[in-house]
């Protein structure tokens, strides 16, 4: 396959991602009282900081274009997806359908995103973590969560 | 003889039933983690910072603490019996320690790495003792512009020691400090960067932030890297050495020691730093430097008293000057202030029980260590062979519950998984998280004081260069800019950083 030259160069994205996020942190800050020198308003820190990370973005794009150090092969896009999704879905279902089951989708969800998952193992794992968590972090310590809405 | 009297005060703290367990469970937990690769200490007690929140400051100090030297001592376990270093400081162990096992004699390599251990945490306990006092009491006389130069030191210093290229680690700290400032300004109480989400306006959560690129980002990053094969696991059969391995590793381990504790008041180096520089003078010095690496227990013997003093004195400018100068300083940092104490040279006086006791419980721990270690190396080498496939649920679950448990709020979840991703990517460009956390850490104090001192100076820029303490560090933090500018040190960077 084909590749643009600058694609897979680590310090080139890294500029990019440090300038984005500067230029980013710079517009926001504009709607922040600047203040000046002797009492600096909300927005003083905050644009010295966005432009020192677009300083940093603009010398890694520039030193990327002229590098050849490439982004590394290895970290799975699955896992970047599922993990997060999984974890996500705990909160979305700990404010609406309580600790149990919550638990069972993050403990599934999260071993499903590795490249050796069993489904049988999983759900086990998932039975046996939930029922410690409950008789710790419920029982145990007392906090105060709905194990089931509904129940 | 005051500090007699005060070693005495945190003993008795120190050994109240109470504190002991939270001790041992600290040093149990850390040496667990310690031998799983793949989970370190900053994601650990990143995971177990909520738990702390409802126990008393003293004890949960006490058990972070254990957690953290406890895995220097459970890293330096698997170098040696199956050449897998379960943290970045034990990788110089590797070295000569599995060669050493190899060669039958694990149970001496291993009775060498934890006699020096203990003799470095011993030394680093009185280091701690002695010089912590006269820094706290010089640290009294710092007004907000001897602040603000100290922390930019501190973050310079940090970003230039850590691991990899100086512009990103720089960078780094500067998106943390930006992090830092989210929420309500506390000098007009404008929201910043809140985008009108009532959760942002106070500020993100600092164990947010951490479990998020700690715990998840690392588990999206391992779950991509290839295994490390299973290693066959050599017996361990005579655990004592001989008088000629002590007579051996005696002066390596006062000098790992030295090593340490000067490496472990450097912001930005890591244990793995002090461990290797301790190897390499070992070798130099050696009257047969081809011994290294075939099984010289200098070679693990120097390492690891440096390793541990240096995570020792890591404490000394935290708890003086409430300078975090490494990612667990950081976050033993951010505990204290959740549990509302305001950390800097005021906590010896105010609260000498946290102090002392913590002084005195890491001596504790570290004797916990030696016995608890080395009868239990067979039951480490069987939990080695746990799969990661059934670990790393079990530790977003746990990260799940805790950050939860904070507010009872999805949002905070939810930030939690924007931020593994966030984490993941930005190890991926190369760049390292430790400072970032340290400038998310350091960044509402550094602009508080950065605000006052510009008042006091009345706008002008010059108050932090006309205070003599202001300006030594001013010129300390632009002589390691300058250094690091120069060509030759370019390319010789430390190894890493924790």
């Known amino acids: 396959m084909m ?22 942190a710079l517009l926001i800050a504009r709607d922040y009282p600047f203040g000046t020198m002797v009492r600096m308003g909300a927005g003083y820190f905050p644009t010295i900081l966005g432009a020192l990370l677009v300083l940093f973005g603009v010398h890694l794009l520039a030193k990327g274009l002229r590098s050849a150090d490439k982004i590394e092969a290895g970290g799975s896009p699955r896992a970047m997806i599922m993990l997060p999704l999984s974890l996500a879905l705990f909160g979305f279902l700990m404010d609406r359908a309580g600790l149990v089951p919550a638990l069972a989708a993050l403990i599934v969800g999260s071993a499903a995103a590795g490249s050796e998952f069993k489904l049988v193992e999983a759900i ?11 008789a710790v972090f419920v029982w145990g310590l007392g906090l105060p969560y709905t194990l089931l809405a509904g129940f | 003889m005051d500090l007699f009297n005060n070693l005495i005060f945190g003993f008795s703290v120190a050994f109240t039933l109470q504190n002991l367990v939270y001790c041992f469970v600290g040093v149990l937990v850390g040496t667990l983690i310690g031998v799983l690769p793949g989970i370190g200490p900053l994601a650990t007690i990143s995971m177990l910072l909520p738990i702390t929140y409802g126990v008393p400051p003293v004890a949960a100090l006490i058990m972070l603490a254990g957690i953290y030297y406890g895995a220097q001592y459970g890293g330096s376990t698997t170098a040696i ?105 506390v000098h007009s109480g404008i929201p910043r960067f809140a985008f009108g989400i009532t959760e942002l306006t106070d500020g993100i959560g600092f164990i947010v932030l951490a479990v998020g690129v700690f715990a998840v980002g690392e588990i999206i990053a391992n779950l991509g890297a290839s295994r490390e094969p299973r290693l066959s696991t050599p017996s361990v059969t005579s655990l004592l050495p001989t008088r000629q391995d002590m007579k051996q590793a005696f002066a390596p381990i006062l000098r790992g020691t030295g090593i340490g504790a000067f490496f472990g008041v450097l912001p930005g180096t890591g244990p793995a730093v002090a461990s290797f520089a301790s190897y390499m003078l070992e070798k130099r010095i050696a009257k047969d430097p081809s011994r290294f690496g075939r099984g010289a227990i200098e070679g693990v013997a120097g390492p690891e008293a440096a390793n541990n003093a240096d995570a020792q004195c890591k404490f000394i400018p935290m708890l003086t000057l409430g300078l975090p100068v490494s990612g667990v300083m950081a976050l033993m940092l951010g505990a204290l202030t959740m549990q509302g104490i305001q950390p800097g040279p005021d906590v010896m006086s105010q609260r000498p029980d946290l102090f002392w006791g913590l002084i005195a419980s890491m001596w504790i721990g570290n004797l916990m260590l030696v016995v608890l270690n ?80 510009m008042v006091m100076g009345r706008g002008d820029p010059s108050v932090f260069f006309t205070r003599p303490i202001s300006l030594g560090f001013i010129i300390a933090t632009a002589l390691i800019l300058i250094i690091v500018a120069l060509p030759a040190t370019q390319k010789r960077r430390p190894l890493d950083a924790g």
């Open chain 2, 374 to 453: 080395l009868p239990l190396i067979g039951l480490w080498v069987r939990l080695l062979k746990m799969p990661y496939r059934l670990l790393f649920p079990a530790i977003m679950a746990f990260s799940a519950i805790g950050i939860y448990s904070l507010n009872n709020s999805a949002f905070e979840i939810y930030l939690a998984a924007m931020f593994g991703i966030v984490g993941f990517v930005l190890v991926k460009l190369g760049f390292s998280l430790a400072p970032m956390l340290l400038g998310f850490v350091i960044g509402p104090m550094l602009e508080d004081n950065l605000r006052r001192s």
């Open chain 1, 124 to 134: 086990l794992l998932a039975v046996l973590l939930i029922a410690f968590s409950v």
């Open chain 2, 81 to 185: 019996l199956v050449n897998l270093p379960g943290e970045t400081s034990s990788v110089v162990t590797c070295i000569d320690g599995y060669q050493m096992a190899r060669q039958g004699r694990a149970g001496p390599a291993l009775a060498i790495a934890a006699i020096g251990s203990f003799f470095a945490g011993t030394v680093g306990t009185l280091l701690i003792a002695l010089f912590a006092p006269p820094l706290a009491e010089f640290a009294l006389q710092f007004g907000s512009p001897e602040y603000f130069s100290l922390m930019l030191m501190g973050l310079v210093a940090a970003a230039v020691l850590s691991q990899g290229d100086v512009a990103k680690s720089l960078a780094m700290v500067t998106l943390g400090l930006l992090l830092g400032s989210v929420g309500n300004d």
């Open chain 1, 3 to 24: 590749k643009v030259e600058f694609l897979d160069k680590k310090d080139f994205w890294s500029g990019v991602v440090l300038i984005a996020i500067g230029a980013l």
